[in-house]
């Protein structure tokens, strides 16, 4: 029998390390207040007073044994985009993460931008995956 890596498909609920499609399925009905929260990609071209957007800045492989590496890790940041209290909105990210299977790492710096006018938080996570190994017979 010979250990075959399956390339592509993971056991965990993220799919695969494009997480940026899973990202925006979950929060695609985030709301604040009853209002409904836009995300974007790197960046946002709205005027909402609240808005997030997000990327991905890290891809790794983890988890080394048969020579190999047998796990993926995926860093990705929300940043977190309002004209007012910011905190609050800090607290649903990181339960939106927990609760679609994603692993909150830490927030960046706390920041004011004076020529927008928008309080910004980072909001770091990461998905991991196990990659799946099947046996096959092989002949010889």
């Known amino acids: 029998m010979a250990k075959i890596r399956s390339a592509g498909q993971f056991k965990s609920g993220v799919g695969n390390m494009n997480i940026n499609p899973k990202i925006e399925e979950m929060f695609k009905r985030f709301k604040i207040d ?6 974007s990609y790197l960046q ?5 007073d ?3 957007t997000y990327y991905t800045w890290n891809e ?8 190999d590496y047998n796990t993926e890790v995926c860093f990705g940041t929300i940043d977190i985009w309002s004209k007012g209290s910011f905190k609050p909105i800090v607290g649903l990210v990181k339960q939106k993460l927990r609760e679609n299977g994603f692993i909150w790492k830490n927030n960046g710096a706390e920041m004011y931008e004076p020529d927008t006018g928008y309080f910004h938080v980072p909001v770091n996570f990461c998905a991991v995956a196990a990659l799946l190994v099947r046996e096959e017979a092989t002949t010889d």
């Not at 009853?34 to 995300?39: A, D, H, L, T």
């Not at 946002?44 to 909402?48: C, E, I, K, L, V």
């Not at 790794?60 to 020579?67: H, I």
């Open 50 to 52: 609240v808005y997030l």
């Open 34 to 39: 009853g209002k409904q929260v836009p995300i």
């Open 44 to 48: 946002y071209f709205g005027t909402d």
């Open 60 to 67: 790794r492989p983890e988890l080394f044994f048969d020579d």
